[in-house]
C-alpha cells in the first residue's frame, strides 16, 4: 500500500463545527484517511466514533492510524447511505467529506486520475462490479452524454462524447491516460480553462461509477435520522451538484410544512427537523488555500437537530 499522508480540508472548521463532547458519539462517514477522526478520537474519554468508508485500502491504513484510540473507534465497512443498519445508538455528530478522496487520487493504479495511466476503475469499493470501463465502453451514447454533461457540467459534452464513441468502435478504451487524450481531443484550444480538459469528464464518469449524488441525499437523510437532540450535521462539498443537494436537503429539512404555497394552513403537519447553523457555506481560509490547492473548491454546511 503507498504511504500516505492526508491533508483533511477545513480541518478546524469542523472540529469546531462539530462542538465535541467527550462522551458523545460520533460518525465520520467519509474515513479516507481519517485526519478528522484522529482528530475527533483524541477529543473523546468514554465517547465513541465510528468511522465509515467503502474502500478497504481506506480502512486498513485508517486503522493503523486510529489504533492507538483502541475501543473508542469502531471501522466499519459500509457505504455511509446504510448507516443506520450498522449504528444503533443516538449520535452528537456526523461528518461528510464528500467526493474522491486524496487517498484514492494518490493512488495511481486505482484509476481516478487523468495525470497517469492506470486501468480505467475509479470504483470507491473495488468489489463493486461496475467500473469505468464499463461506463466508458458500453453505455449507450444519450446515456453517456447525459452523464458527462449532468455529473460534469461539461459544456463539450456533445464533441467530447463523440469522441468516446468514435475510439471506442476502433477499439475498447481501456486506460486513464488514453480517455484524457480522446477527451482533450474533443474540446478547442481556444475554449480550454486553466484546468486539465479532461477533469469534467472524469468526474462525471467517476460520480456515475460510484451513484455519489443519490448517496448523498440518501446518507443525509440517514445521518439526520440517528442524531440526537442538538447533534449537528456537517458536509463538505468539492463541486456545485453536490453543494446543491445539501443545500436543497438541510432547506426541506429546516422548512417543515411541504404544503404548496397558496394553501392558507398546513395540512400537512411536517415540522421542522434541523436549524441551519450557518447560511452562507463556510469556505477555506487563505492560509488553508496556500497551504492545500485541493481544498479550493471546498464548501461547508452545518445543520442542528431540533
Known amino acids: 500500500m503507498a ?3 492526508h491533508v483533511s480540508v477545513l480541518h478546524r472548521e469542523c472540529i469546531e463545527g462539530l462542538c465535541i463532547r467527550e462522551d ?12 478528522h477522526s484522529a482528530s475527533i478520537a483524541q477529543r473523546l474519554t468514554t465517547g465513541r466514533l465510528y468511522g465509515l468508508d467503502r474502500d478497504d485500502d481506506a480502512l486498513a491504513a485508517a486503522g493503523e492510524r486510529l489504533a492507538p484510540f483502541g475501543s473508542r473507534v469502531t471501522l466499519v465497512k459500509t457505504d455511509f447511505r446504510n448507516m443506520a443498519d450498522h449504528i444503533r445508538e443516538p449520535i452528537d455528530g456526523v461528518l461528510f467529506d464528500l467526493g474522491v478522496s486524496s487517498f484514492q487520487l494518490d493512488e495511481p493504479e486505482r484509476g481516478f486520475s487523468y495525470m497517469h495511466d492506470a486501468p480505467l476503475d475509479m470504483r470507491m469499493d473495488r468489489t463493486a462490479g461496475l467500473t469505468a470501463y464499463d461506463v466508458v465502453n458500453e453505455y449507450a451514447r444519450e446515456e453517456l452524454k447525459r452523464i458527462i454533461a449532468d455529473y460534469g457540467e461539461e459544456r463539450f ?3 467530447v462524447t463523440a469522441a468516446i464513441v468514435r475510439a471506442r468502435e476502433g477499439k475498447p478504451i481501456r486506460t486513464t491516460l488514453e480517455l484524457a487524450e480522446i477527451v482533450a ?3 478547442p484550444n481556444a475554449k480550454r480553462e486553466r484546468q486539465h480538459p479532461a477533469k469534467r469528464t472524469f468526474q462525471a464518469i467517476r460520480i456515475a461509477v460510484n451513484d455519489e449524488l443519490a448517496a448523498v441525499e440518501e446518507g443525509i437523510r440517514a445521518a439526520v435520522g440517528l442524531l440526537a437532540p442538538g447533534g449537528r450535521i456537517l458536509v463538505i462539498t468539492f463541486h456545485s451538484l453536490e453543494d446543491r443537494i445539501v443545500k436543497s436537503e438541510f432547506r426541506r429539512l429546516s422548512n417543515g410544512c411541504t404544503c404548496p404555497p397558496d394553501f392558507p394552513v398546513c ?11 450557518n447560511h452562507k457555506p463556510i469556505l477555506p481560509s487563505a492560509e488553508e488555500l496556500a497551504e492545500n ?7 461547508l454546511r452545518i445543520a442542528e437537530k431540533i
Open 185 to 187: 481531443s474533443a474540446i
Open 24 to 35: 458523545g458519539v460520533y460518525v465520520d462517514a467519509t474515513l479516507g484517511g481519517a485526519g
Open 267 to 277: 395540512v400537512c403537519g411536517a415540522k421542522p427537523v434541523v436549524r441551519i447553523v
Open 293 to 299: 490547492p485541493r481544498s479550493r473548491s471546498a464548501k
Open 157 to 159: 459534452a456533445g464533441p
Open 3 to 5: 504511504e500516505f499522508h
